[in-house]
Every structure is written in structure tokens, then in C-alpha cells.
């Protein structure tokens, strides 16, 4: 993985970069692509952001452990294959653009908050070379001004998500993560990973933090799979 990053590295520096989306070169994001990126619409869950008819204080997509959430877009193209791009192609280089959309469209936080993203797990992280939940974080990071702290670990090694069901995804992130030994543990913690599917993984962190000491846990996304009524 080590040997096709720097690869990719070489290549970026011979030719211009290309849309991610379109592959028309120019840029990350062309302008006619990232216009397209929907937001969410309005909220209709107080809780967890989720567009909705009518308001609600919470409803039945809200995570469980998770006092509050945000996410930037929904997840309809072209924003799964510009994440695809990042986690698969190793186009680090979005990450900093998928930021900018956190930082746009979602609501920085207040006091004493420290960031806190999604790892990985360990083979995962080895074969991609990154962590993509660590990357967006370090670059919301500059503009929150708020600092990242790896706090969480995964404790075991379980099959991708994607394309799992949302009961199989509950069940291989039951129990998965733990607070990392000797790191000072903050009162409130937000949670920042690129895509919420079902909110299990987010789930499980949420859990985890709050075993660890984590008095209030808040979640912020690039994108999130939005339900139907």
C-alpha cells in the first residue's frame, strides 16, 4: 500500500488534479460537481439532524449514545463516489474539501470539546495507508480551532461494513472500541467519520466514551444515508 501511495504522490505531482466525481481536470471538486453535493434539507430531528416532515425532538434514526449530530450532505451522488475516491483510491487531497463542507454547512462547537475520530481497524488502516475519519478531523481542526485526540481504539478486528445490513452492522461493532489507556478524558467529545449509514459504528463509539468517562458525546459527518418515511 506503502509502494502504490507514493505512486499515486508521483502522479499528482505530473499531472494536474482531476474531479473526483467527473474526472474533469482543474480540481479536487469542479465547481458543477460540488454544486450538485445536496444538503441535508431542514431539520425535522432536533437530535440527530435527520430531515423529516415535520419537527421532532428525537426520532427513531437518532444513535443511540449520541447526545447530538451534524452532517453535511446527503448521501446521494455525488458524494458516494467522491468518498470512494478518498477511502479507495487515495485521494487524500479530498479530505481538506470535505472539511471545508463540514465547516460550511454545520454548526462549530462550544467549550471544552475535543475531536475525536473513527478508527479504523488495524488492518484497514494498514492496507489504506490513512485513516480518512482522522484526516477530515485534522482538517476541521484548523478552522474549530478544537484539538483531536485519538482517544478511541478498535479492540478487535471485524469485516468492512459497507454493504453489511443494519443488523449485521450492529452486531460486528458491538463492543469494538475502547478509550485509549492514559489520555486525560474530556468532558464533551465529538465524533467525526465520513459517512453515517445505519449510526451503529457511531453507536458503539458513543458507548465506549461514555464507559471511558465521556460525560456528552456529539457527532459530525461529511454525509449520511437519510431514510424514507
Not at 121 to 140: K, P, S, V
Not at 141 to 169: E, F, K, M
Not at 197 to 211: E, I, N, P, Q, W
Amino acid at each position: 500500500m506503502r509502494v502504490a501511495q507514493r505512486i499515486l504522490d508521483l502522479l499528482d505531482l505530473l499531472a494536474p488534479p482531476a474531479c473526483a466525481a467527473c474526472h474533469l481536470p482543474g480540481s479536487e471538486i469542479c465547481a458543477e460537481c460540488s454544486g450538485a453535493i445536496a444538503a441535508p434539507g431542514s431539520v425535522g430531528c432536533a437530535r440527530c439532524g435527520h430531515p423529516w416532515a415535520v419537527s421532532t425532538a428525537r426520532c427513531a434514526e437518532c444513535p443511540s449514545a449520541v447526545d447530538h449530530m451534524q452532517f453535511a450532505a446527503a448521501y446521494v451522488d455525488p458524494v458516494p463516489v467522491v468518498i470512494t475516491a478518498l477511502k479507495d483510491r487515495g485521494r487524500r487531497d479530498l479530505a481538506g474539501q470535505f472539511a471545508r463542507l463540514i465547516v460550511t454547512r454545520c454548526a462549530p462547537p462550544g467549550g471544552d470539546v475535543c475531536l475525536v475520530p473513527v478508527p479504523l481497524t488495524r488492518e484497514r488502516e494498514r492496507e489504506r495507508g490513512f485513516n480518512q475519519a482522522g484526516l477530515i478531523a485534522a482538517e476541521i481542526a484548523q478552522s474549530w480551532h478544537r484539538p483531536v485526540v485519538d482517544l478511541l481504539q478498535r479492540v478487535r478486528d471485524d469485516p468492512p461494513q459497507r454493504g453489511s445490513s443494519a443488523t449485521d452492522r450492529t452486531v460486528n461493532v458491538r463492543g469494538a472500541f475502547a478509550v485509549r489507556s492514559g489520555l486525560a478524558i474530556p468532558p464533551e467529545a465529538w465524533l467525526v467519520d465520513d459517512v453515517c449509514t445505519t449510526g451503529a459504528t457511531l453507536a458503539a463509539c458513543a458507548r465506549a466514551l461514555r464507559r471511558g468517562g465521556v460525560r456528552r458525546v456529539g457527532a459530525v459527518c461529511v454525509a449520511r444515508v437519510l431514510r424514507q418515511p
